[in-house]
């Protein structure tokens, strides 16, 4: 679509040219010029549809538990706490036989106590996108599963209004090896997520179950 709106506004251009010497050339007498059209806006890419989900993603080999390694982002809370995150898991399965939703569980602390939150995701008709409704369309989390090799790590980004966080997960706590993290940094690096904006996570001491009165159920929403 650029492409063309390049071609029809130097086409443009070059008969206004064109015209502007005809009228010249007459007498000399000089036409009134005409406005100047307005460059059309540029339609709004959201970021993260500048980072498309791995090809040929397989959902149900995705599902299981990933423990949450690293993270970056410019979310206030992380900014003002990074230094105090918690150890924090999270678990996949299918919601139906339709393959269209993904139940997630995730369980991590909150003043010394275990907390798990239970959300859903809806598969998108493209492999890799998922979104998590929010209360309104606007509040909406879009989410890509940007790279994995299924058995050891996954690379997971999320948008919220136009804000991306990144967030690299683990099949398990020892597979952070030195090549992943500087990876991990490459990637967030396109985001503009440099190292001021990293967060590690424990990985010791996660929750293990946790009983009803410390569920958070936002299956829709919350």
């Known amino acids: 679509?650029?492409?063309?709106?390049?071609?029809?506004?130097?086409?443009?251009?070059?008969?206004?040219?064109?015209?502007?010497?005809?009228?010249?050339?007459?007498?000399?007498?000089?036409?009134?010029?005409?406005?100047?059209?307005?460059?059309?806006?540029?339609?709004?890419?959201d970021p993260i549809d500048l980072t498309p989900p791995q090809k040929n993603i397989d959902i149900r080999q995705m599902l299981g538990t990933w423990y949450l390694l690293n993270a970056a982002s410019k979310c206030s809370h992380l900014i003002?706490?990074?230094?105090?995150?918690?150890?924090?898991?999270?678990?996949?399965?299918?919601?139906?036989?339709?393959?269209r939703s993904l139940m997630v569980s995730t369980k991590t602390r909150h003043n010394h106590q275990?907390?798990?939150?239970?959300?859903?995701?809806?598969?998108?008709?493209?492999?890799?996108?998922?979104?998590?409704?929010g209360s309104r369309p606007e509040l909406n989390t879009d989410i890509v599963i940007g790279e994995t090799d299924y058995n050891s790590y996954a690379v997971v980004y999320y948008q919220k209004r136009g804000r991306v966080t990144m967030k690299l997960y683990g099949?398990?706590?020892?597979?952070?090896?030195?090549?992943?993290?500087?990876?991990?940094?490459?990637?967030?690096?396109?985001?503009?997520?440099?190292?001021?904006f990293l967060f590690p996570f424990p990985t010791y001491s996660h929750c293990g179950n946790v009983d009803q009165h410390h569920t958070i159920n936002c299956v829709p929403t919350c």
């Open 114 to 133: 275990c907390w798990e939150i239970l959300q859903m995701y809806r598969l998108s008709p493209t492999p890799g996108r998922m979104t998590l409704p």
């Open 1 to 45: 679509m650029a492409g063309v709106w390049r071609c029809t506004l130097t086409l443009a251009l070059l008969m206004f040219v064109c015209l502007w010497a005809a009228s010249e050339a007459v007498g000399g007498a000089k036409s009134r010029p005409r406005p100047k059209r307005r460059p059309r806006k540029k339609p709004k890419v």
């Open 80 to 99: 003002n706490h990074g230094t105090k995150v918690e150890p924090t898991v999270m678990t996949l399965t299918l919601a139906t036989a339709s393959d």
């Open 171 to 196: 099949r398990s706590v020892d597979n952070l090896s030195e090549p992943l993290l500087t990876k991990f940094e490459q990637l967030a690096e396109k985001q503009a997520l440099g190292l001021a």
